[in-house]
T-cell receptor
Framework: GQNIDQPTEMTATEGAIVQINCTYQTSGFNGLFWYQQHAGEAPTFLSYNVLDGLEEKGRFSSFLSRSKGYSYLLLKELQMKDSASYLC??????????FGTGTRLKVLA | DTGVSQDPRHKITKRGQNVTFRCDPI?????LYWYRQTLGQGPEFLTY????????KSRLLSDRFSAERPKGSFSTLEIQRTEQGDSAMYLC????????????FGNGTRLTVT
């Protein structure tokens, strides 16, 4: 099957660090993507992992462990504008992308 | 790069009517995807095209839904005999034919079926 699990909601304080986890089970794995979606807007691409390890992009980093079917998105130095939904998406061997339900992050002052 | 554009932005229709949405992908992108999203959920895969060929369609998708991409450029999604459960945001996305290329989403068409 292609089940993707991520927490529904998280809350963190401005300036803090937050880690959003994602687990997946699928065959034909072809990469793990993270997207950000502000309310009422389209998802926008944040990061991509296909090999094990950490990919860093400024305040955002993403980690992948293929053997564990696990990824996380790490957000550092949180800002109010980071309040959004964060979507984990798995690329299949047929280039179909399956999304999780998303994690709604609230950043508090 | 003008981005992915979708038309209309909003559509209100009565149950039983047919509706058609259009998506214009980024010009050099040969893959085009349709997703549906309801409040509090992630995008749900509907179908995708590589050039003009429809390569995969969700098994959950009713026969009332059909999509075309006749010349490998823009695409249309038609829903026949709409039902209230069809109310959702319909998102179109495009990408290059490369594994690492992410989806680029349009702003979506919000459908309300009354």
């Amino acid at each position: 099957g292609q089940n993707i699990d991520q927490p529904t909601e998280m809350t963190a304080t401005e300036g803090a660090i937050v880690q959003i986890n994602c687990t997946y089970q699928t065959s034909g794995f072809n990469g793990l993507f993270w997207y950000q979606q502000h309310a009422g807007e389209a998802p926008t691409f944040l990061s991509y992992n296909v090999l094990d390890g950490l990919e860093e992009k400024g305040r955002f980093s993403s980690f992948l462990s293929r053997s564990k079917g696990y990824s996380y998105l790490l957000l550092k130095e949180l800002q109010m504008k980071d309040s959004a939904s964060y979507l984990c998406a798995e690329g299949s061997g047929t280039y179909k992308y399956i999304f999780g339900t998303g994690t709604r992050l609230k950043v508090l002052a | 790069d003008t981005g992915v554009s979708q038309d209309p932005r909003h559509k209100i229709t009565k149950r039983g009517q047919n509706v058609t949405f259009r998506c214009d992908p980024i010009s050099e992108h040969n893959r085009l995807y349709w997703y549906r999203q309801t409040l509090g959920q992630g995008p749900e895969f509907l179908t995708y095209f590589q050039n003009e060929a429809q390569l995969e369609k969700s098994r959950l998708l009713s026969d009332r839904f059909s999509a075309e991409r006749p010349k490998g450029s823009f695409s249309t999604l038609e829903i026949q005999r709409t039902e209230q459960g069809d109310s959702a945001m319909y998102l179109c996305a495009s990408s290059l034919a490369a594994a690492a290329d992410p989806l680029h989403f349009g702003n979506g068409t919000r459908l309300t079926v009354t």
